[in-house]
């Protein structure tokens, strides 16, 4: 049986400004054991962690990462939104963020975010890290066929809002590895249909605290959270509790 996973959703966003050393750092001292983070290229092909397309909700300014060289998008301030204590946090390099968190004992989930950047990840990947450490993710079916494609050893996760039969064909036939459900919309029915078909489940949105309880009683392998810490204690009081 695989360790549960509780990934800190951008790092411990909730706390720090998402997608930063400090959320990331602060992640893991919180006992999160797995680290969740997106992936874009600037416009000189550099892998860099930011989720949004554009820099609005960050810093007020709309430019989009792809039409920003990595030297100009580095310039920005990504901490102060979430308080003057994290002014001057950077844009991450994917590099540097392996460099720090690769070979650690914790899990990475590696979200792509923008078409046809494969080719630039995965040699970072294959540098860094162990494949048992890695799953890449992808809203973008052709993104993540694209991926398994270049690196078949790694691990992959489909992040969908929408379960059927023909996606858990195609999942099987894909080789993707992880189904990663919307944890507001995910039933009992189809929990037993993914783990009778094979796959690790894994959910994402999952907001608040009762959400987390429930996916924890229904037994997933793992989840995103912007609280770890929050979902270490659960953890420990589902654990803890005694067995009537
Ligand atoms: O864990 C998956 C989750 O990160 C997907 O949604 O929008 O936060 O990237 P988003
Ligand atoms: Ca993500």
């Known amino acids: 049986m695989t360790e549960f996973v509780n990934y800190a959703h951008r790092g411990a966003s909730a706390y720090a400004p998402e997608n930063t ?24 092909g550099v892998p860099v962690l930011f989720h949004d397309s554009d820099m609005k909700r960050i810093t007020g300014t709309a430019a989009r990462i792809c039409d920003l060289t990595y030297d100009e998008l580095t310039a920005y301030d990504v901490g102060s939104y979430k308080g003057e204590q994290f002014r001057g946090e950077r844009v991450p390099s994917l590099e540097e963020f392996l460099h720090h968190f690769a070979c650690k004992g914790l899990q990475l989930a590696l979200e792509i975010k923008q078409r046809n950047i494969e080719d630039a990840i995965a040699p970072l990947i294959r540098k860094y890290c162990i494949p048992e450490e890695v799953v890449v993710t992808s809203f973008q079916w052709d993104s993540l066929l694209a991926f398994r494609r270049k690196m078949p050893e790694i691990r992959t996760g489909w992040l969908s809002r929408n379960e059927s039969e023909e996606l858990v064909a195609a999942m099987k036939s894909a080789g993707i590895w992880q189904y990663c459900p919307n944890a507001s919309t995910w039933t009992d029915g189809w929990h037993q249909r993914f783990r009778e078909a094979g796959f690790s489940i894994r959910p994402w949105g999952v907001k608040d605290e009762s959400l ?11 989840m995103t959270v912007n609280f770890p810490d929050k979902l270490e204690a659960a953890r420990k009081t589902c654990h803890d509790a005694p067995k009537l």
Do not use: H, K, P, S
């Open 212 to 222: 987390m309880a429930r996916m924890l009683e229904m037994g997933v392998d793992g």
């Open 21 to 44: 050393f400090a959320a990331f750092y602060l992640g893991w001292q919180m006992g999160a054991n797995g680290i969740e983070t997106d992936i874009q290229c600037t416009r000189d």
